[in-house]
């Protein structure tokens, strides 16, 4: 028989003690639920799809020592040289590398010489390889031809006609639809620029700017800018990465040459959340951890102190499933009050990290999936203790302890 | 009612073993009033302990109201305490955090009672002892005398056949001890059987039969005002 009314009254004579591991519990509810929706949004931006064949592709730059030094050559060469190599798939020249950390944005319109009301996005200028080296889906029109490719220097008035642009930024500059065939201008400038292609996705540089997934591919080599983009065939990337090195330096060795894998420079990209993740998955578990603690320390300081009353009530004639059940009853009274005052504080405490660090609102699921774990926990700590209860013996009330 | 033969219980540790009670027999019927008295460490509240099946004996046989109950299981003895038996304790025992009501509810929930059916028995008992108007107080709200007096009403609540008392006077002053002890008179004279540990030769000559119990086995046998059978190891 349910022992709930002796056990609230029993409860209110110890309600300091007892009020205080529910506040553990309830301020344990309140931080790991919200750090578990933090978690999962992390986890969500991490795990998103690039669109781009990152475990596969290296990434190659190199700093030119004599003044004069004729790049657009030594690009052809450099080039020719990778895509004769083995283990390579594909590679192509970009003024910058997704998911680098370092690119271009600029505001992008669907009428002439407007200066407002435009769209930010990534841009880049690529040659006729960029979608394979990418490792990209085009979805929409086609690539760019070697004779749209052009060379860019710093004094080049030329500008591209043509572009290939993600979905997102079609989707968004063109929200009618069917924006293959369709121009869009520069801020401040009457040149149309013809969409001829559209790729599935692609990030960007800044994978958690606002502007991430929304990109333009122009035709165009760059002097100033440049990085040679290597994709290599699948499980080849690292041999491709140290063959590359060698031959580029082998080649020319008038230059100092950086490589990169994508995996590394993406990691980079994610390091803070990353380290978000773990230090709040610690939080967690220490959390967790502490408040079973207090648990097991309550119930086995509250059975020391209770021995002889555990020996009259089996005297008495408690089974020793009761005694356990009492503890464990007793426990659950405990935790959910804890926890209602938790799932209370959650809300409160996910209202003010929404306004004042825009994170993501807690859904009801969380909680109550926090609730009952935090429950389960609350139970297991308080099982031991209760089950030890149960094996003190009657005799204990008959002696003088 | 209670019936030992040759019991004997002995507790071991890692160095000596030592004999509690040593071929012990004895018989009560039912409706007596038996005291049991001796020297401290003699045995009385090992038996005490086995004749309420708070423990189980080493060897020897038990049985009570004509069943064995040498072997039975833990949850079996349970059920057996609670429904034949009742305590009274020496230090009276009732649970602190609970008033006098939820006290003498504690066996009768133990039972299985409906709510109703408690409360009617716990009423009745408390008028029996004279403290319904202090139902709702707290023990640490009542006198020695007063919370041995609910610690009977405990015991009694559940109607048990056997009552075994434990020192029932022993933290009482006299005038609280002779209320006690006549309040115990008046519930064996309903037909309870009782058996009273006591160091008190006054209180323990007010039984129908006196045993005392020297060095684990029973050394001698008064009788008091009854006619009453015994068996000496």
Known sequence: MLELRPILSALWRHKVSALLIALQLGLTLAIVSNALVVIDERSERISRPTGLAVEDINSFSFLAIPEDYDKFEAFRLDLDMIRSLPGVASATISNHVPLSGSGSASGFYTEPNKETGGISANYYTVDEHFIDALGMKLTAGRGFSPEEVMQVGATSSERPTVAVVTQKFADEVFPEGNALGKAFFLGGDDHPIEVVGIVERNLGPWPNSSVAGRGVFYPAIMDQWFYYIVRAEPGQRDAVLKLVEEKLAERDPNRVINADTMEEQKAQQYASDNTMIKVLASVVILLTFIVALGIVGLTVFWITQRQKQIGVRRALGATRSAISRYFLLENLIIAVTGIALGAAAAQVFNGFLASEFNQPALPPIVTISCALFLLGVSLAAALVPALRAANISPATATRSV | ?233
């Open chain 2, 1 to 233: 009612m209670l019936k030992m033969h040759n019991i004997r219980k002995s507790y071991r540790t890692d160095t000596i073993e030592t004999h509690a009670l040593r071929d012990f027999s004895l018989e009560v019927d039912e409706g007596e009033f038996v005291s049991v008295t001796g020297p401290s460490g003699s045995g009385k509240t090992t038996f005490l302990n086995i004749a309420g099946l708070l423990e189980t004996p080493t060897g020897g046989e038990y049985r009570l109201d004509g069943e064995d109950v040498s072997n039975l299981n833990d949850r079996q003895r349970s059920r057996l305490r609670n429904e034949k038996i009742g305590f009274i304790f020496q230090g009276f025992n009732l649970i602190p955090d609970l008033n006098l009501f939820d006290n003498i509810d504690v066996p009768l929930r133990y039972r299985g009672f409906n709510a109703k059916e408690r409360k009617k028995r716990i009423e009745k008992v408390l008028d029996q002892v004279g403290l319904s108007a202090r139902a709702k107080h707290l023990p640490a709200q009542l006198s020695g005398g007063q919370q041995q007096r609910v610690a009977i009403a405990r015991a009694l609540a559940g109607e048990p056949r056997f009552l075994l008392a434990d020192e029932p006077t022993g933290n009482l002053d006299s005038l609280m001890a002779r209320q006690v002890m006549e309040l115990l008179e008046f519930i064996n004279e309903w037909g309870t059987t009782i058996v009273m540990v006591t160091h008190d030769p006054d209180l323990a000559r007010r039984a129908h039969r006196n045993i005392q119990i020297v060095d684990g086995q029973v050394s001698d046998l008064h009788r008091a005002t009854a006619p009453a059978t015994a068996e000496i190891a």
